[in-house]
């Protein structure tokens, strides 16, 4: 039984319920264990760090140093499903290292919750990393009892796991094979998809509606011109914004995608015999059910696509610029 630390960070429970769903039907048959770190809190997505630099690492090293307490003996991986939560972790393990005037202000922060973390205590690993590298596709395979056989897989990484990539975990910055091996490990034909590591836009679609869904309308063009039948993904944003962001980006260009995006947890389950509802289908809004069928298997309805809008256009409203004395920054700079 290998044994992790669990961060699930805040999508697990909500927009990204398949994901968590479909994970924890996978660890079962994989003889994994997830401790979640007790008293954990948002890793703060991806605009804090742009904002203010001490809260936001700060914020980031709670979960750290929370996690750190509960290290057991030599179990010091911290697990990140989540692509943000895992590069956030990482960021600021690094940098709290990197710069130790940056770690001693955090430092301070986190003193005032009792609290303390020195860089470099943990592991922090994506979920993909873990399966592929401790687990093993060897191991995988053999738990595969439905093959993916027949079913063209557009697999789709995102912007935020493979780079910066400090601790050196992955194959490639702009093509790692990773989840491709893990996919064909499944059975299934993995396509080449040049955009694996292509941003989504993610919050653009509050911010700037008409850039999100041109980067959305690039990735989903993209799978379904190489033939794909389903995109899998790693990425709670990334998934949340090709699925249900899809129907707005065909009104907006005139098109007419049915790509169904799914997590790749969820077609793992599919293979190790799980029933597609306990594996989470039936959430994503794209459905998923003509590309199951290629496979025999039967697949939940999916959720209705919105017929409208969610919000107005023009994206929401900005905040006022700094004050002309914060404009190079010295808000957030720290002095080494």
Known sequence: MKKYLFYPGCSMEGS?????????????????????????????????LSINLI??????ARNLALAAKQ????????????????????????????????GSKVNEALAAGGLHYDPGTLQIRHLVDALINDI???????????????????PYLGCM?????????????????????LMKALGAEVIEFPMKTSCCG???????????????????????????????????????NLDAYQGETNRHFGTNYHMPIVFFTQ??????????????????????KDALARIGVQAPAAEKVPTGPRKKPEGLPMPP??????????????EE
Not at 165 to 180: F, G, I, Q, T
């Open 71 to 102: 290290i057991d003996g030599g179990n010091d991986a911290l697990l990140a499903p989540c692509s943000a939560c895992y590069l956030n972790l990482e960021k600021a393990d690094y940098y709290m290292a990197e710069r130790p005037a940056l």
């Open 202 to 240: 993610g919050h653009m679609t509050q911010i700037g509606p008409e850039t999100a869904y041109e980067l959305i309308r690039r990735l989903v063009a993209e799978a379904d011109e190489f033939g794909a039948d389903i995109m899998v993904t790693m990425c709670p944003m990334c998934q949340m």
């Open 136 to 154: 093993g596709l060897e191991t995988i395979k053999s738990k595969v009892v439905r093959p993916l056989t027949g079913l063209r897989i557009a």
């Open 267 to 288: 077609l793992m389950a599919i293979a190790f015999g799980v029933d597609p509802k306990e594996a989470g289908f039936g959430l994503e809004l794209v459905s998923a």
């Open 16 to 48: 990204a319920r398949a994901y968590y769903e479909s994970l924890k039907a996978i660890i079962r048959p994989l003889e994994m264990e997830l401790e979640e770190v007790n008293d954990w809190n948002c890793c703060g997505a991806t605009e804090y």
């Open 161 to 181: 796991v493979p780079r910066p990539d400090y601790a050196k975990r992955w194959s490639d910055h702009e093509h790692p094979s990773e989840l491709d091996d």
């Open 55 to 60: 809260p936001a690492y700060s914020l980031i």
């Open 321 to 334: 610029p700094l004050p002309k004395k914060y404009a190079s920054g010295q808000a957030v700079v720290v």
